[in-house]
Nanobody, 119 residues
Framework: QVQLVESGGGLVQAGDSLRLSCAAS????????MGWFRQAPGKEREFVAR????????SYSDSVKGRFTISRDNAKNTVSLQMNSLKPEDTAVYYC????????????WGQGTQVTVSS
């Protein structure tokens, strides 16, 4: 079993930066694809960013492309999301997820961390 724990959320102003981290335990995730998702109040959970096990390939939603950067440290079993130029519409609970087969099906989820961006 894999446990994912997010941290780094908080309240910031528009234009600020924030860095989210996700620590994994239970087994090494070096062969897993990792991702970040978010869910705003009253909305469905949406994809934010994804990184392959090797770290060599990343993908982003159009709404965060150019502002957010996903990275991973396989030695530390962590994945991060650097968020720059934050906007009020980025306000959401952010979730870390792991895809053990890199098949697009997310097998494990964290509990989420709140990010609130004030205007």
């Amino acid at each position: 079993q894999v446990q994912l724990v997010e941290s780094g959320g908080g309240l910031v102003q528009a234009g600020d930066s924030l860095r989210l981290s996700c620590a994994a335990s239970g087994r090494t995730l070096s062969s897993y694809a990792m991702g970040w998702f978010r869910q705003a109040p009253g909305k469905e959970r949406e994809f934010v960013a994804r990184i392959r096990w090797s770290g060599g390939h990343t993908s982003y939603s159009d709404s965060v492309k150019g502002r957010f950067t996903i990275s991973r440290d396989n030695a530390k079993n962590t994945v991060s999301l650097q968020m720059n130029s934050l906007k009020p519409e980025d306000t959401a609970v952010y979730y870390c997820a792991a895809d053990k087969s890199s098949d697009g099906l997310w097998d494990y989820w964290g509990q989420g961390t709140q990010v609130t961006v004030s205007s």
